[in-house]
């Protein structure tokens, strides 16, 4: 089989306006009628994806996303360009799509698998273990009105992902339903990718894409702007949205490939980032739980109502491994002039696990960068983190055990 | 068209789970349940006889019995409520299953025959209990009941042609809906379906004439209350117009499918 699963050519949709709906109609009869108004939600978009990729698609709302996706599943027809498709594609676009609120689970169940184009044999086999999967009990058999959403979801969720596609199309649906469930089904989405599935998710939420993807395509007005490793993508995204008020982007390759990006309006920035060790030395490589200085220095270029600082030590896929600023910690600065510079002096144990990381800062005016974004730096410092000294452990967080045995 | 069929045959247990769940949705939490879908058209056959046969003391010429009339107007009502089910729910199959459409990937032409299918099932249930009201009558119908089988066919074939159409042009025009709701009233009236064509003064008989319906129409009340076989060369234009409208639509339905999504 070829390992190129899904082929995206040269793709456009248009959506074409008449300025009468009788003209559209005479258009289809070959009567060469002119449309009042052409959009393209999308155009000139390649991408190829290889067996077993997952990969985000990101973007602002309008951006094309759900077009692409609805061109990708096949609901909506492209204008221009093709998209080539091997094996099963599963979309979850929308949960709980044709359920009858007076039909039972189990119903209701059948009703959509078939929707999905399964036979009577095959749903009968799958449906067992649907409700074992929804964990829903004695609900199963009783009509879909009486259940809570959260209910709804789970069945609609197990139904969707029944069999193992070779492609599966996820459509922000993830944040939905309980903790319990939202991990369930996070698993349930991991155990395809590991069996050869394809993912394709698109999300605002960066922390799915960063758990889920390890690539990501960027699009901005219809358009594929980026393409390429998640944290890459994400911080270009991020920065994007700040341009869009008018604020600079600045992209620089850092030693390694890594791909350092630095947005915000200017009005104050970071002058110095270092990690030092207990006696103020500077250093790269940190034990696990080292006690350790992060110091950072700010200038003020033009006078600013409030300052905050905020900072967020990310592992090497970009999650979040701790974060916080000056905001929370009660110490922003009030109208602070011009010319002032500021340094920080941060003190905590690095309880984290070994791995490299990267840290990004952030001089804002409150509690988000969304209000006033004075400058945000992604990737503003890299540092080791190695067990020297500690018991093996794994993971990102170092939670010192005791451990007591009782042998009988 | 065979690739039609082959999607269609895929699709065949989410179509008769459509039907069945049609069905039970309908008459789900009412203490009657299946029992509306007789009781309702049997009620409105009991006003127009009680009104017209013995308000207006309207009487079937050529016949002396009271029940003659009564079986006159249920037959009449079992071609038209097959007709009316399958335009009016065609009229707004796009525009109902919008969320469908725009959301999942499934041979669109399963929705026209999941209409049909749920028209067919609801019209038998609403023949049998004609049946039974006949033997309680003391009607015996004959071998030409038969000719039912070829009609229903033919009143499928042409409700599912022009509602088709109609719902394809309602998704991009809604007025196209709204009209046909009128026009589909006025059209139960224009057809010989409470009346007998002999009592319609005669500026108005070519109306009913050009009227498609009224051949199916009087067929059905040939081999039902007459116990004759319809006339089946006044019958051949409407054959050939249903068979038309069918594949029209089929044409139409194509060309629009794409624009269809993004409209919706």
């Known amino acids: 089989m070829s390992a190129c699963l899904l082929e995206v050519e040269d793709l456009g949709k248009v959506y074409r306006s008449y300025s009468a709906e009788w003209r559209r109609v005479l258009h289809w009869m070959g009567l060469p009628m002119a449309s009042v108004t052409e959009h393209?939600?999308?155009?000139?978009?390649?991408?190829?994806?290889?067996?077993?990729?997952?990969?985000?698609?990101?973007?602002?709302?309008?951006?094309?996303?759900?077009?692409?996706?609805?061109?990708?599943?096949?609901?909506?027809?492209?204008?221009?360009?093709?998209?080539?498709?091997?094996?099963r594609v599963s979309a979850i676009l929308e949960l709980g799509m044709g359920f009858g609120p007076d039909l039972t689970g189990r119903e209701n169940c059948r009703?959509?698998?078939?929707?999905?184009?399964?036979?009577?044999?095959?749903?009968?086999?799958?449906?067992?273990?649907?409700?074992?999967?929804?964990?829903?009990?004695?609900?199963?058999?009783?009509?879909?009105?009486?259940?809570?959403?959260?209910?709804?979801?789970?069945?609609?969720?197990?139904?969707?992902?029944?069999?193992?596609?070779?492609?599966?199309?996820?459509?922000?649906?993830?944040?939905?339903?309980?903790?319990?469930?939202?991990?369930?089904?996070?698993?349930?989405?991991?155990?395809?990718?590991?069996?050869?599935?394809?993912?394709?998710?698109?999300?605002?939420?960066?922390?799915?894409?960063q758990q889920l993807c390890d690539r990501a395509i960027l699009l901005d007005k219809g358009r594929l702007i980026k393409d390429g490793g998640v944290e890459e993508v994400m911080d270009f995204y991020n920065a994007l949205i700040a341009e869009r008020e008018n604020q600079t982007v600045t992209v620089r390759q850092l030693d390694g490939g890594r791909v350092q990006t630095i947005s915000g309006t200017g009005e104050a920035s970071v002058e110095k980032v270092g990690l030092h060790d207990a006696r103020g030395e500077p250093i790269e490589f940190v034990n696990v739980g080292q006690p350790v200085e992060l110091r950072i220095q700010a200038r003020v270029h033009q006078s600013v109502p409030r300052l905050v600082l905020g900072y967020i030590i990310r592992d090497r896929l970009g999650q979040a491994i701790y974060g916080t600023n000056t905001?929370?910690?009660?110490?922003?600065?009030?109208?602070?002039?011009?010319?002032?510079?500021?340094?920080?002096?941060?003190?905590?144990?690095?309880?984290?696990?070994?791995?490299?990381?990267?840290?990004?800062?952030?001089?804002?005016?409150?509690?988000?960068?969304?209000?006033?974004?004075?400058?945000?730096?992604?990737?503003?410092?890299?540092?080791?983190?190695?067990?020297?000294?500690?018991?093996?452990?794994?993971?990102?967080?170092?939670?010192?055990?005791?451990?007591?045995?009782?042998?009988? | 068209m065979l690739e039609l069929f082959r999607a269609l045959w895929r699709y065949r247990f989410f179509i008769v789970s459509s039907v069945r769940n049609d069905l039970r949705a309908r008459f789900a939490r009412s203490h009657f349940g299946a029992a509306w879908m007789v009781l309702q058209p049997l009620a409105q056959v009991?006003?127009?006889?009680?009104?017209?046969?013995?308000?207006?003391?309207?009487?079937?010429?050529?016949?002396?019995?009271?029940?003659?009339?009564?079986?006159?107007?249920?037959?009449?009502?079992?071609?038209?409520?097959?007709?009316?089910?399958?335009?009016?729910?065609?009229l707004t199959l796009f525009v109902d299953n919008a969320g469908l459409l725009k959301k999942m990937v499934f041979p669109r032409i399963c929705l026209p025959v999941i209409v049909v299918g749920s028209a067919l099932l609801n019209n038998l249930l609403l023949f049998m209990a004609m049946l039974l009201i006949f033997a309680l009558m003391g009607h015996?119908?004959?071998?030409?009941?038969?000719?039912?089988?070829?009609?229903?066919?033919?009143t499928?074939?042409?409700?599912?042609?022009?509602?088709?159409?109609?719902?394809?042009?309602?998704?991009?025009?809604?007025?196209?809906?709204?009209?046909?709701?009128?026009?589909?009233?006025?059209?139960?009236?224009?057809?010989?379906?409470?009346?007998?064509?002999?009592?319609?003064?005669?500026?108005?008989?070519?109306?009913?004439?050009?009227?498609?319906?009224?051949?199916?129409?009087?067929?059905?009340?040939?081999?039902?209350?007459?116990?004759?076989?319809?006339?089946?060369?006044?019958?051949?234009?409407?054959?050939?117009?249903?068979?038309?409208?069918?594949?029209?639509?089929?044409?139409?339905?194509?060309?629009?499918?794409?624009?269809?999504?993004?409209?919706?």
């Open chain 1, 40 to 87: 393209w939600a999308l155009r000139h978009v390649s991408f190829k994806i290889e067996r077993g990729e997952a990969i985000g698609i990101v973007g602002q709302n309008g951006a094309g996303k759900s077009t692409l996706l609805k061109l990708v599943t096949g609901t909506a027809r492209a204008n221009e360009g093709k998209v080539a498709c091997i094996g």
């Open chain 1, 111 to 209: 009703h959509a698998a078939g929707l999905m184009g399964h036979s009577e044999a095959e749903i009968s086999r799958m449906l067992p273990e649907i409700e074992a999967f929804a964990e829903i009990g004695d609900y199963f058999d009783q009509p879909v009105r009486t259940y809570s959403s959260g209910m709804q979801m789970r069945v609609a969720f197990g139904v969707a992902t029944a069999v193992r596609p070779d492609i599966l199309i996820v459509d922000e649906a993830l944040a939905v339903g309980d903790t319990y469930f939202q991990h369930k089904s996070f698993d349930r989405i991991r155990q395809f990718r590991e069996q050869g599935t394809t993912l394709l998710i698109v999300s605002h939420d960066r922390s799915a894409v």
């Open chain 1, 327 to 408: 905001h929370y910690t009660r110490q922003a600065l009030e109208a602070v002039a011009a010319g002032t510079v500021v340094d920080y002096s941060i003190r905590f144990p690095m309880n984290i696990g070994a791995g490299t990381y990267s840290i990004s800062t952030a001089l804002v005016s409150t509690e988000t960068h969304l209000e006033n974004n004075y400058e945000w730096r992604d990737l503003a410092l890299l540092f080791t983190v190695a067990n020297l000294d500690k018991p093996f452990f794994v993971g990102t967080a170092w939670v010192a055990p005791s451990i007591e045995l009782t042998v009988s």
């Open chain 2, 46 to 90: 009991a006003i127009f006889s009680l009104v017209l046969s013995e308000v207006l003391a309207a009487r079937l010429p050529g016949t002396t019995s009271k029940s003659a009339y009564a079986i006159y107007l249920m037959a009449g009502l079992l071609s038209w409520s097959l007709f009316s089910e399958i335009t009016s729910r065609c």
């Open chain 2, 140 to 154: 015996a119908p004959s071998l030409e009941l038969a000719w039912l089988l070829p009609l229903t066919a033919l």
């Open chain 2, 156 to 264: 499928v074939a042409f409700s599912l042609g022009l509602g088709l159409m109609m719902g394809v042009l309602n998704v991009f025009l809604r007025d196209v809906g709204q009209v046909m709701a009128i026009v589909l009233q006025l059209w139960f009236w224009l057809t010989p379906i409470v009346y007998m064509p002999s009592i319609v003064p005669g500026g108005f008989q070519s109306w009913i004439a050009l009227n498609p319906m009224t051949p199916i129409v009087q067929a059905y009340q040939q081999s039902i209350l007459h116990g004759q076989a319809p006339d089946l060369v006044g019958m051949a234009w409407v054959v050939g117009l249903a068979a038309l409208l069918l594949v029209l639509a089929l044409l139409l339905f194509r060309r629009a499918s794409p624009d269809m999504v993004d409209v919706l």
